[in-house]
């Protein structure tokens, strides 16, 4: 059975009164916070609460703000430390999909929400469950499921910023790190996991003592892209070893049959909120397509990053091959632009994304591992310089800027061979893109040293591709040394 973790309302009471700190450290053991005034307000909170009687008369709802007026957190029903930490955060106001999501999680309902790319989904989860987690405090309380290992970093700091005043603990068990490492953190029973399926399951199967039967609270965060990834047996995997008494919050950008299928298999007569279309991008982005020859692409693109000087880019391809080659490009050019894809280990990709975020590298060129999640501040401008194969992901590339009420640019290259996937685009955004202008005869002028760039980054991919075989091979050559060894056989004299 559980350790009861609060003690009465009048021994709160007592406790207080008496500013005997050794009993008030007792009052919330889990949490590990040394500030003790925040002890004291947290237990004042909760004193208050119980001396307001409600009237049994009256039906219980969520709270209500004036359609005409802002809302707050406060409004929402989230407790003054959040609101605190809301602002710390500059959270000035709630997004539309935590206006919507938060008092119904409040009040223990499961919820689907279908929001865009960088409405503020994170916080849309994490306060409910915070606030939850202060009045019934546990470790391994709550699971966040994500697609990829940048987005669990970067939730769990998102997390742990909210919840610094009580020191949450959280814990990232992603893949690309030492599966003792992470079983040691588990061993420690964080209050939150988040996590991508894949390495769960591993520490389901494998970590000895590790389980979350105990489980309160589980979200799946970018669904959408979690199920066309092939996570789905994993999602089926974890279900099963989780308790069905929980509340689950599943967030998607786009509402399709998998995530339908997977609703229906894991929520409780849920929630759903919707503060956008089906499909669609924020109102503050403005999007244009560039309709450019082929062979001159590198050219476009250098003109239109020196058109744009000193904002900070996200570029997008479709092959890490080409992002690599086209970041040396650029460098050659005189432009700093850091790659991230797949075939980084998980050490540089981190790295890369901290450069950009930190504004040392304005450019940064990826794959669509970047594609979902990621809040990056201030990205002023996306760059499709490969259109998307799948049109949803052109969604989730162009919501990299204007986020979170902020304004934005998207340029996608159109060349003679992507026209059949650009009209695929409009069709499922709904909206003609206008054209962005730009003079040919300029962007020519800079043919001659895009060339010269080009000619140098091909060299160093060359070289570079050389050096890893030569590795390779040696490494190969002395594993198999031993064994020719062995079985050589000796002459007679």
């Given at each position: 059975?559980?350790?009861?973790?609060?003690?009465?309302?009048?021994?709160?009471?007592?406790?207080?009164?008496?500013?005997?700190?050794?009993?008030?450290?007792?009052?919330?053991?889990?949490?590990?916070?040394?500030?003790?005034?925040?002890?004291?307000?947290?237990?004042?909170?909760?004193?208050?609460?119980?001396?307001?009687?409600?009237?049994?008369?009256?039906?219980?709802?969520?709270?209500?703000?004036?359609?005409?007026?802002?809302?707050?957190?406060?409004?929402?029903?989230?407790?003054?430390?959040?609101?605190?930490?809301?602002?710390?955060?500059?959270?000035?106001?709630?997004?539309?999909?935590?206006?919507?999501?938060?008092?119904?999680?409040?009040?223990?309902?499961?919820?689907?929400?279908?929001?865009?790319?960088?409405?503020?989904?994170?916080?849309?989860?994490?306060?409910?469950?915070?606030?939850?987690?202060?009045?019934?405090?546990?470790?391994?309380?709550?699971?966040?499921?994500?697609?990829?290992?940048?987005?669990?970093?970067?939730?769990?700091?998102?997390?742990?910023?909210?919840?610094?005043?009580?020191?949450?603990?959280?814990?990232?068990?992603?893949?690309?790190?030492?599966?003792?490492?992470?079983?040691?953190?588990?061993?420690?029973?964080?209050?939150?996991?988040?996590?991508?399926?894949?390495?769960?399951?591993?520490?389901?199967?494998?970590?000895?003592?590790?389980?979350?039967?105990?489980?309160?609270?589980?979200?799946?965060?970018?669904?959408?892209?979690?199920?066309?990834?092939?996570?789905?047996?994993?999602?089926?995997?974890?279900?099963?070893?989780?308790?069905?008494?929980?509340?689950?919050?599943?967030?998607?950008?786009?509402?399709?049959?998998?995530?339908?299928?997977?609703?229906?298999?894991?929520?409780?007569?849920?929630?759903?909120?919707?503060?956008?279309?089906?499909?669609?991008?924020?109102?503050?982005?403005?999007?244009?397509?560039?309709?450019?020859?082929?062979?001159?692409?590198?050219?476009?693109?250098?003109?239109?990053?020196?058109?744009?000087?000193?904002?900070?880019?996200?570029?997008?391809?479709?092959?890490?091959?080409?992002?690599?080659?086209?970041?040396?490009?650029?460098?050659?050019?005189?432009?700093?632009?850091?790659?991230?894809?797949?075939?980084?280990?998980?050490?540089?990709?981190?790295?890369?994304?901290?450069?950009?975020?930190?504004?040392?590298?304005?450019?940064?060129l990826a794959t669509d591992v970047a594609s979902r999640g990621l809040d990056i501040p201030h990205v002023d401008i996306v760059i499709n310089f490969?259109?998307?194969?799948?049109?949803?992901?052109?969604?989730?590339?162009?919501?990299?800027?204007?986020?979170?009420?902020?304004?934005?640019?998207?340029?996608?290259?159109?060349?003679?061979?992507?026209?059949?996937?650009?009209?695929?685009?409009?069709?499922?955004?709904?909206?003609?893109?206008?054209?962005?202008?730009?003079?040919?005869?300029?962007?020519?002028?800079?043919?001659?040293?895009?060339?010269?760039?080009?000619?140098?980054?091909?060299?160093?991919?060359?070289?570079?591709?050389?050096?890893?075989?030569?590795?390779?091979?040696?490494?190969?050559?002395?594993?198999?040394?031993?064994?020719?060894?062995?079985?050589?056989?000796?002459?007679?004299?």
């Amino acid at each position: 059975m559980r350790e009861k973790l609060w003690m009465s309302d009048s021994k709160i009471r007592n406790c207080l009164r008496s500013g005997n700190e050794k009993k008030i450290k007792k009052l919330i053991p889990v949490f590990e916070v040394t500030s003790l005034p925040n002890f004291r307000n947290l237990l004042s909170q909760k004193m208050e609460k119980a001396e307001a009687k409600p009237d049994p008369g009256k039906k219980e709802s969520g709270p209500k703000c004036d359609e005409n007026e802002q809302a707050t957190f406060s409004s929402l029903g989230v407790v003054d430390v959040l609101c605190e930490a809301c602002e710390l955060l500059k959270w000035k106001h709630p997004t539309k999909i935590q206006k919507e999501a938060i008092p119904v999680a409040l009040k223990g309902k499961d919820v689907i929400g279908l929001a865009e790319t960088g409405s503020g989904k994170t916080g849309a989860f994490a306060i409910p469950i915070l606030q939850a987690l202060l009045e019934n405090p546990q470790r391994l309380f709550g699971l966040v499921l994500t697609p990829t290992r940048e987005l669990a970093f970067q939730i769990s700091e998102q997390i742990e910023a909210l919840g610094a005043a009580i020191s949450i603990k959280c814990a990232v068990i992603v893949g690309g790190v030492d599966m003792m490492t992470q079983a040691l953190v588990l061993a420690k029973k964080p209050h939150i996991v988040i996590a991508t399926p894949g390495r769960l399951v591993d520490h389901f199967e494998n970590t000895k003592g590790f389980n979350m039967k105990a489980l309160k609270y589980l979200v799946m965060d970018e669904a959408d892209r979690i199920l066309n990834m092939d996570f789905t047996d994993d999602i089926d995997k974890i279900l099963q070893a989780l308790p069905r008494d929980r509340k689950t919050y599943l967030y998607s950008a786009t509402m399709t049959k998998k995530v339908a299928k997977l609703q229906r298999a894991s929520l409780k007569n849920p929630v759903r909120l919707e503060v956008s279309t089906k499909y669609t991008t924020v109102d503050k982005l403005q999007q244009f397509y560039l309709f450019i020859p082929a062979r001159f692409k590198d050219v476009y693109l250098t003109f239109a990053l020196n058109e744009q000087s000193g904002k900070s880019c996200i570029i997008f391809c479709n092959t890490c091959s080409n992002t690599q080659r086209i970041a040396l490009m650029l460098r050659n050019l005189g432009i700093s632009a850091i790659p991230l894809h797949g075939q980084l280990s998980q050490e540089k990709r981190l790295g890369s994304l901290n450069k950009f975020r930190s504004k040392s590298n304005s450019v940064l060129l990826a794959t669509d591992v970047a594609s979902r999640g990621l809040d990056i501040p201030h990205v002023d401008i996306v760059i499709n310089f490969d259109i998307p194969m799948r049109s949803k992901d052109y969604i989730h590339r162009v919501g990299r800027t204007a986020r979170a009420g902020r304004s934005g640019k998207s340029i996608t290259f159109v060349t003679q061979y992507d026209v059949e996937l650009y009209q695929r685009i409009e069709h499922l955004i709904g909206k003609k893109l206008p054209l962005f202008k730009v003079e040919e005869e300029e962007v020519m002028l800079l043919t001659e040293r895009v060339s010269e760039a080009q000619r140098l980054a091909k060299l160093e991919l060359s070289e570079s591709f050389n050096k890893k075989r030569k590795h390779k091979d040696d490494e190969e050559a002395e594993a198999y040394s031993g064994p020719k060894t062995k079985f050589k056989k000796k002459k007679k004299h």
